[in-house]
């Protein structure tokens, strides 16, 4: 029984490990690394609450270490592989020293950290917001990560196609997400509970929509699943 009581945390602690590691690659310019290690830390965020549940060893620090950890991984690593990004957009090179910015351009490479704070922001208000039983108030952190690293995945691997993008459109997305972090929009549940088309038309079809786009575009069709996941929300929230 006392082994089986840690089982949960040690997987969250090994998400906590891959944001850590996520971080310290996107600041040594291995982007598409640290979103690998991002794609880990989501796998092991959603077993350690399956196998809580499963064993029956639930705890208030288990609560507690997985919003640690999910401000590393889902937060502050996205902001870093952000930044990264930024640093080449302002100076065209991946390995620049930051003491060789300017300050306009130190100030566009620090700027994306404020995605960091909002994730942060977003835990702390779920926490004690007993009102996300069933569906999410604004978009999750996992979410944001998971879209940072499939996003960042795509540019990598066909950078050419990217050249129209310029910084205040990059910190313009972040500010986006940073809104809905923190923002009151409900975002449906993904949660299948019957297999039959009504009630679950929105989900089936993110599903659908998702198995397309992967197919299609490989780790960045996540990222458009995604934001297909908020328009959707943000539609049925405005109908209703």
């Not at 998400?15 to 640290?34: H, Q």
């Not at 975002?187 to 198995?211: C, D, P, Y």
Request: proline share 3%; glycine share 6%; net charge neutral.
């Amino acid at each position: 029984m006392e082994i089986k009581r840690h089982i949960p945390n040690t997987i969250t602690s090994l998400n906590l490990f891959c944001g850590i590691m996520a971080v310290v690659c996107a600041v040594s310019g291995l982007l598409f690394e640290a979103a690998m290690l991002i794609f880990a830390g989501a796998i092991f965020d959603f077993f350690d609450g399956f196998v809580a549940r499963l064993l029956g060893v639930s705890s208030p620090i288990g609560k507690e270490l997985d919003s640690l950890a999910d401000v590393v991984s889902f937060g502050i690593a996205p902001a870093a592989i952000y930044s990264t990004y930024m640093k080449y957009l302002v100076s065209n090179d991946w390995y620049i020293n930051i003491y060789h910015l300017s300050p306009t351009q130190l100030f566009w490479v620090v700027s994306p950290f404020v995605l960091g704070v909002f994730a942060a922001l977003r835990l702390a208000k779920f926490n004690l917001d007993e009102r996300q039983t069933e569906n999410f108030l604004g978009l999750t952190t996992t979410a944001t990560g998971l879209f940072t690293a499939s996003l960042i995945c795509f540019i990598t691997e066909h950078l050419s196609l990217f050249h129209w993008l310029r910084p205040w459109m990059l910190i313009t997305m972040i500010f986006i997400f940073c809104v809905l972090l923190v923002s009151e929009v409900p975002m449906f549940s993904l949660k299948v509970k019957h297999l039959t088309w009504q009630g679950n038309e929105l989900r089936f079809a993110l599903i659908a929509i998702a198995i397309v786009s992967v197919a299609l575009l490989g780790f960045g069709g996540i990222a458009l699943t995604i934001l297909i996941y908020i328009l959707f929300s943000l539609a049925k929230y405005v109908i209703s």
